[in-house]
């Protein structure tokens, strides 16, 4: 059975049938996928579900569902998906593992995703003890890059056209984010 990752609000885990038509919602929300190249419909949000079921099941980590531990539906109820990924093969700086978050918007604001993400990060160094780990987004995700701030990643200054989109689409410009097993332990250390 899947390791269960628990965070002081959060539970990161497998994922469940239920979470496949939350997971669709979201991806239908323009608010949501704001810094996406497009809405996904049902049914290709539910292959990426099913991909990072299997993912998980296959090596025991990966993209996380997250669910509320105490919420008002505090019945493993999902709020979105964080965790980590082997970046694709034609990312200029792969191969690496990625951390990464997408959640529902109902719960954002609440520093749901910058705690999963640690818990992903001390996974990352403490279980899989890699060496370091990248994120990245689109350069005006502002959102995305304050979580990254918070983990204490560290803009590499190295930004890159993401090679899935033509240059001149408004998300291609991207940040390269990393952090160091050194890095990470200072930050808590610190
Ligand atoms: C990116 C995304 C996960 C950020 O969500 P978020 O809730 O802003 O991020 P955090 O979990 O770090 O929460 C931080 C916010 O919670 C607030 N907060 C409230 N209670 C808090 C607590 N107990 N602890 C920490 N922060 C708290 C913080 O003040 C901060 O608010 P602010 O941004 O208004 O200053 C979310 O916007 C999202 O899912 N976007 C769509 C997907 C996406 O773009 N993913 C990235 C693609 S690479």
């Not at 996904?40 to 980590?61: E, H, T, Y």
């Not at 990245?136 to 090679?163: C, K, W």
């Amino acid at each position: 059975m899947t390791k269960v990752i628990e965070t002081k609000r959060l539970y990161l885990r497998q994922w469940q049938p239920a979470d496949f038509g939350v997971f669709a919602e979201m991806n239908a929300d323009p608010e949501v996928m704001r810094y996406f190249p497009k809405l996904l419909s049902p049914k290709l949000s539910d292959v990426i579900a099913n991909k990072c079921q299997q993912l998980i099941a296959d090596n025991g980590w990966g993209f996380w569902a997250v669910s509320e531990k105490d919420g008002p539906k505090a019945d493993n109820s999902f709020i979105g998906m964080v965790g980590l990924n082997a970046a694709h093969a034609d990312m200029s700086f792969a191969p690496c593992v990625e951390i990464a978050w997408r959640l529902h918007k109902d719960y954002w604001g609440q520093g749901y995703a910058t705690e999963a993400a640690r818990a992903a990060l001390k996974f990352a160094f403490e279980v899989l003890a890699l060496n370091e780990v990248v994120a990245f987004t689109a350069v005006i995700n502002r959102h995305s890059q304050l979580i990254m701030q918070r983990l204490g990643m560290a803009d590499t200054q190295e930004d890159f056209y993401h090679p899935m989109l033509d240059a001149k689409h408004p998300l291609a410009k991207h940040v390269l984010y990393k952090i160091t097993r050194q890095q990470w332990q200072n930050t808590i250390e610190n």
